[in-house]
């Protein structure tokens, strides 16, 4: 099977379409059951709490979520929503190195470096 430009944009436009549109689903989930557990309590708004540690940390968010609280399947879908145009990135470099266009594989993962970098905060900012 060949991998040309035609089939490698409608296959990028369908990960991105389905990435969006899982994300969306999982966090409108997340929002219509939180509401139904939560949507009666009233805000305290004297008082700032910050997130708790478990939504600070990929694992943490997974476990909450397959735990079955709402906040960390809002966050879940959050996470889907920002890995999505990673994902396509990396795509990229595959579909790149399978046309065998060199070029366009290096600047490609410099381009995916720079983004896992600024997710992951090891830009020279963050020290």
């Not at 389905?18 to 689903?25: C, S």
């Not at 939180?34 to 940390?57: I, K, Q, T, V």
């Not at 397959?66 to 795509?91: M, S």
């Not at 190195?97 to 983004?115: C, E, G, N, S």
């Amino acid at each position: 099977m060949e991998l040309n430009d035609d089939r490698v944009d409608q296959a990028i436009g369908t990960l991105l379409r389905a990435g969006v549109i899982l994300a969306a689903t999982i966090v409108l989930a997340g929002g219509i059951w939180y509401l139904a557990r939560f949507g009666w309590l009233m805000p305290n708004y004297r008082s700032f709490r910050g997130e708790p540690a478990e939504l600070r940390s990929v694992a943490g968010i997974a476990r909450g979520a397959f735990a079955g609280k709402p906040h960390n399947l809002i966050q879940l879908g959050l996470l889907l929503l920002i890995a999505t145009p990673i994902v396509r990135v990396g795509f990229s470099v595959f579909a790149f190195a399978v046309q065998r266009d060199r070029l366009y594989v290096w600047i490609t993962l410099l381009v995916l470096a720079v983004l896992l970098a600024s997710l992951f905060g090891l830009t020279a900012a963050a020290r």
